[in-house]
């Protein structure tokens, strides 16, 4: 008879038992899908291939990148840091701590720019539409604009450095044309435009779910005692910029849609409004300038 091969006390666990190791910590399972096929240099999006390979061990070398990995979510890291990618809007972009983390309900303000920008067959002129984004960050919102509407000309800014290297690493990773320059909001920004957006910071300062944030940018998160101090600078500056019947559109927190409503309205825009994210909530407002 054969003996029994003994156990390999070297041998690493499988993808099941680390992914039920993550859960049990509290981890979600999409969390934990993503952050093990990174350690296993994988593409995060091969979840099905996971499935398949189940009982795979991991090596000593998958192991310890995937415990490095596991700590580091669940010291709080969002797992777009950790893997260096995060999908939005379709795209693929490049991440780290020198901008936020880009939320799907950011995607709202995406859908919106996009049906109020008019067909390029609908307008009389030949002039380009142009489009602003303030506080650009990653790039995002600016990117995804462009990619949607390459007619377009897509112009973003955002006052840190860092972030627009972030940015620009995107544009030319993605080979899409937007335009990209550093000013505090419209301090050195000329010109109008068809259609301005941003996502601003717009938390408290003294919120406490900051500190579920720590490890990203506070100064593109914390905006005065109400949260509201950069959406007043962008509202009351707005109308200079933007052409005849532009928009101006703005995420912002869940409970400010009236008061940013508010803002727009004194600021003498029409159509004011709002649009609901993902869960149903009021998160982006907008209005659009008179004609002449």
Same mark, same amino acid.
Not at 1 to 10: R, W
Not at 19 to 28: C, D, R, S
Not at 222 to 228: K, N
């Given at each position: 008879? &054969?003996?029994?091969?003994?156990?390999?006390?070297?041998?690493?666990?499988?993808?099941?038992?680390?992914?039920?190791?993550?859960?049990?910590?509290?981890?979600?399972?999409?969390?934990?899908?993503? $952050?093990?096929?990174?350690?296993?240099? *994988?593409?995060?999006?091969?979840?099905?291939?996971?499935?398949?390979?189940?009982?795979? $061990?991991?090596?000593?070398?998958?192991?310890?990148?995937?415990?490095?990995?596991?700590?580091?979510?669940?010291?709080?890291?969002?797992?777009?840091?950790? &893997?260096?990618?995060?999908?939005?809007?379709?795209?693929?972009?490049?991440?780290?701590?020198?901008?936020? @983390?880009?939320?799907?309900?950011?995607?709202?303000?995406?859908?919106?720019?996009?049906?109020?920008?008019?067909?390029?067959?609908?307008?009389?002129?030949?002039?380009?539409?142009?489009?602003?984004?303030?506080?650009?960050?990653?790039?995002?919102?600016?990117?995804? $604009?462009?990619?949607?509407?390459?007619?377009?000309?897509?112009?973003?800014?955002?006052?840190?450095?860092?972030?627009?290297?972030?940015?620009?690493?995107?544009?030319?990773?993605?080979?899409?044309?937007?335009?990209?320059?550093?000013?505090?909001?419209?301090?050195?920004?000329?010109?109008?435009?068809?259609?301005?957006?941003?996502?601003?910071?717009?938390?408290?300062?003294?919120?406490?779910?900051?500190?579920?944030?720590?490890?990203?940018? $506070?100064?593109?998160?914390?905006?005065?005692?109400?949260?509201?101090?950069?959406?007043? *600078?962008?509202?009351? @500056?707005?109308?200079?910029?933007?052409?005849?019947?532009?928009?101006?559109?703005?995420?912002?927190?869940?409970?400010?849609? @009236?008061?940013? *409503?508010?803002?727009?309205?004194?600021?003498?825009?029409?159509?004011?409004?709002?649009?609901?994210?993902?869960?149903?909530?009021?998160?982006?407002?907008?209005?659009?300038?008179?004609?002449?």
């Amino acid at each position: 008879m &054969t003996p029994a091969t003994p156990p390999n006390p070297s041998a690493g666990p499988t993808l099941t038992q680390c992914l039920a190791q993550a859960q049990a910590l509290g981890l979600a399972r999409l969390d934990a899908q993503m $952050l093990l096929l990174h350690s296993l240099g *994988r593409s995060v999006h091969e979840r099905a291939w996971l499935l398949a390979h189940d009982t795979d $061990l991991l090596t000593a070398v998958q192991q310890q990148a995937w415990q490095f990995a596991l700590q580091r979510r669940l010291a709080g890291e969002p797992v777009a840091y950790i &893997t260096g990618r995060k999908e939005f809007f379709g795209l693929t972009l490049s991440v780290d701590a020198r901008v936020l @983390d880009p939320r799907a309900d950011t995607e709202t303000l995406v859908d919106w720019a996009l049906t109020v920008l008019p067909n390029a067959t609908d307008r009389n002129t030949q002039s380009p539409l142009r489009i602003l984004d303030l506080g650009t960050g990653s790039g995002a919102i600016a990117l995804a $604009l462009q990619y949607a509407r390459p007619d377009a000309q897509v112009c973003a800014v955002d006052a840190s450095e860092a972030a627009l290297a972030v940015a620009r690493a995107n544009a030319a990773q993605l080979n899409v044309p937007v335009r990209f320059w550093a000013s505090d909001w419209f301090a050195q920004v000329d010109g109008v435009f068809d259609l301005i957006v941003s996502n601003p910071p717009y938390i408290a300062e003294a919120d406490p779910h900051l500190a579920a944030l720590r490890h990203e940018p $506070l100064q593109a998160l914390a905006s005065g005692p109400d949260g509201l101090n950069d959406l007043r *600078r962008i509202v009351a @500056d707005a109308q200079a910029h933007l052409a005849p019947e532009g928009w101006l559109l703005l995420e912002h927190g869940f409970d400010q849609a @009236d008061a940013v *409503r508010g803002l727009l309205t004194e600021a003498g825009f029409t159509q004011v409004q709002s649009q609901a994210d993902l869960a149903g909530l009021a998160r982006c407002s907008g209005g659009q300038k008179a004609p002449k």
